[in-house]
């Protein structure tokens, strides 16, 4: 059974950071990408920052400069580093891996961005 569990949100200041963590666990073959998505108040869910198995990354404009995808392999772990937080950040972050025949969603963690 394929889970992805995400941590690291929570509550900071404009300008803070926090990094986003998700584990997967279970047997997923033929992944497309690995990508993190986020929801705020009254919007549509959207792509954040997604990264291939070569490596290569994208990011949504309003996160470019700002927020880095990174994966470690061995702890099955993709993470999202945070810099430089604002408001409009604040939002629920959804974990997802892609396959050639499947998509699969972590449960989300929260981050609000608030002096």
């Known amino acids: 059974q394929v889970q992805l569990v995400e941590s690291g949100g929570g509550l900071v200041q404009p300008g803070g950071s926090l990094r986003l963590s998700c584990v997967v666990s279970?047997?997923?073959?033929?992944?497309?990408?690995w990508s993190w998505y986020r929801q705020g108040p009254g919007k549509q869910r959207e792509l954040v920052a997604s990264i291939a198995p070569v490596g290569s990354t994208n990011y949504a404009d309003s996160v470019k400069g700002r927020f880095t995808i990174s994966r470690d392999v061995a702890k099955n772990t993709v993470y999202l580093q945070m810099n430089n937080l604002k408001p409009e950040d604040t939002a629920v972050y959804y974990c997802n891996v892609r396959t050639v025949s499947s998509t699969f969603w972590g449960q989300g963690t929260q981050v609000t961005v608030s002096s």
């Open positions: 279970g047997s997923i073959f033929d992944i497309r990408a």
